[in-house]
C-alpha cells in the first residue's frame, strides 16, 4: 500500500518498553511497565495482555536481551552454518515453553545479527514474522541496524532509524497502560 509513517520506542533498563507506530494518523501501541503489558491499536481497541503475548512482551522488553540469551530463553540450538545472501552466517535457535522458538541468524565474520524468523502471539493467533537487519552503524560505541524490513503474513513494513538516543531520563509513567486498557 505504500504507505508511511513513523517508529517510536523508548526502553529503559531493566525490563520496560514502549512502542507507538503511526501509519498515517493513526497510532498502534503496545508497552510493557516491569510486570504489565498493554497494547492499543484501531482494530482491537486497548487491552492488556495475557497469556503468550505478554511472555513475548515481556522477553522483548528485557533490555540487556542480546547479552543475556541463556537467562531469557530455556534452550538454545546451533542449528549449523548457511548463506544469507552473499553472506556467511550462523543458525541458532532459541526456545523458551512461554514463547515457542525462533531463529536468529548471525553473520559469521562480525556477529551482528541479520535476520530473526519468529512465530509470534497477537489477537488473532500466532504468525511468522520474519525481520531483516542491515545498516548497522555504530551509535554510543554500539551496533546498531538502522534499516529493519519485517514481514507478516502479506504484510510488509521498512523502518529506516533516522536516531537514536541513549541516556535519555523516562519517566516510569512512560510505559504504564492506558486507562483505558486496565
Not at 24 to 53: I, K, S, V, Y
Amino acid at each position: 500500500m505504500s504507505m508511511t509513517g513513523s517508529v517510536e520506542v523508548s526502553e529503559k533498563a531493566p525490563n520496560k518498553m514502549r512502542s507507538v507506530v503511526t501509519v498515517g494518523d493513526t497510532p498502534f501501541q503496545q508497552g510493557f511497565d516491569g510486570a504489565n503489558g498493554w497494547a492499543d491499536d484501531p482494530q482491537n481497541g486497548p487491552r492488556m495482555l495475557h497469556g503468550r503475548e505478554l511472555e513475548e512482551l515481556r522477553r522483548d522488553a528485557e533490555y540487556a536481551r542480546p547479552l543475556n540469551l541463556r537467562a531469557v530463553y530455556s534452550q538454545i540450538k546451533f542449528l549449523g552454518k548457511e548463506k544469507l545472501g552473499d553472506r556467511d552466517v550462523q543458525v541458532v535457535e532459541l526456545s523458551s515453553a512461554q514463547t515457542g522458538s525462533e531463529k536468529m541468524y548471525f553473520d559469521a565474520q562480525n556477529a551482528l545479527l541479520l535476520r530473526v524468523v519468529a512465530n509470534r502471539a497477537g489477537p488473532d493467533g500466532v504468525g511468522t514474522v520474519e525481520s531483516m537487519l542491515e545498516d548497522y552503524t555504530d551509535v554510543d560505541g554500539m551496533k546498531l541496524p538502522m534499516t529493519v524490513h519485517q514481514t507478516t503474513g502479506s504484510t510488509s513494513y521498512v523502518v529506516h532509524l533516522t536516531s537514536v538516543r541513549h541516556g535519555v531520563d523516562i519517566p516510569d509513567s512512560t510505559f504504564e497502560a492506558p486507562e483505558s486498557a486496565q
